[in-house]
């Protein structure tokens, strides 16, 4: 069974920084894309950012790019986001997803917010 | 950026019914269009990828139809368990993008 658990979520202050973290299992990781979509309270869903399998080739939105990176470490199946300077409108629920195009696993996510 | 349109905002229909979902692109997507269910405290879960490609599990009462920039996502025989939020996405280029959904209410 495909699991997808996210964590590192929580309250961060604006300027501050958070790493959030996605273990992946029932699957073979290394093989597939990944991605973070972010939901903020009451909204819509956002694409934040995509790594490749191989974790070379990285994308990000324009809000995000320049604070946040995305990572993987394929040999411990996971997916990272660490995020810096963290403003007001990064507060949402952070879902990690796997993709071959279309996002067909996702996580239950992880909450961040930011506030002073 | 593709901006992904969802039309109507809100729809209300009653079980056993049929529910017609509309999504427009400002630009070709060609085939590259996904729909997903969201149910509230839930993770979203894809429904439909290439337009009319019904993902594993998805029962048939659940259909995707169009290409270019016009989708549409039909689900017949309502259930109460189809009563939620759904979105499509293309990822034809980057950044890849939403619409901004559709809630499917009862009416």
């Known amino acids: 069974e495909v699991q997808l658990v996210e964590s590192g979520g929580g309250l961060a202050q604006p300027g501050g920084s958070l790493r959030l973290s996605c273990a992946a299992s029932?699957?073979?990781?290394?093989?597939?894309?990944m991605n973070w979509v972010r939901q903020a309270p009451g909204k819509g869903l956002e694409w934040v950012s995509y790594?490749?399998?191989?974790?070379?080739?990285?994308y990000y939105r324009d809000s995000v790019r320049g604070r946040f990176t995305i990572s993987r470490d394929n040999a411990k199946n996971s997916l990272y986001l660490q995020m810096n300077s963290l403003r007001a409108e990064d507060t949402a629920v952070y879902y990690c997803?796997?993709?071959?195009?279309?996002?067909?696993?996702w996580g239950q996510g992880t909450l961040v917010t930011v506030s002073s | 950026e593709i901006v992904m349109t969802q039309s109507p905002a809100t729809l209300s229909v009653s079980p056993g019914e049929r529910a017609t979902l509309s999504c427009r692109a400002s630009?070709?997507?060609?085939?590259?269009l996904a729909w997903y269910q969201q149910k509230p405290g839930q993770a979203p879960r894809l429904l439909i990828y290439?337009?009319?490609t019904r993902a594993t599990g998805i029962p048939a009462r659940f259909s995707g139809s169009g290409s270019e920039t016009e989708f549409t996502l039909t689900i017949s025989n309502l259930q109460s368990a189809d009563f939620a939020v759904y979105y499509c996405?293309?990822?034809?280029?980057?950044?890849?993008?939403f619409g901004q959904g559709t809630k499917l209410e009862i009416k």
């Open positions: 290439a337009a009319s």
């Open positions: 997803a796997r993709s071959w195009q279309k996002y067909d696993y």
């Open positions: 996405q293309q990822y034809y280029n980057w950044p890849r993008t």
């Open positions: 029932g699957f073979s990781f290394s093989t597939y894309e």
């Open positions: 790594i490749a399998s191989d974790g070379i080739t990285v």
């Open positions: 630009q070709t997507v060609s085939s590259n």
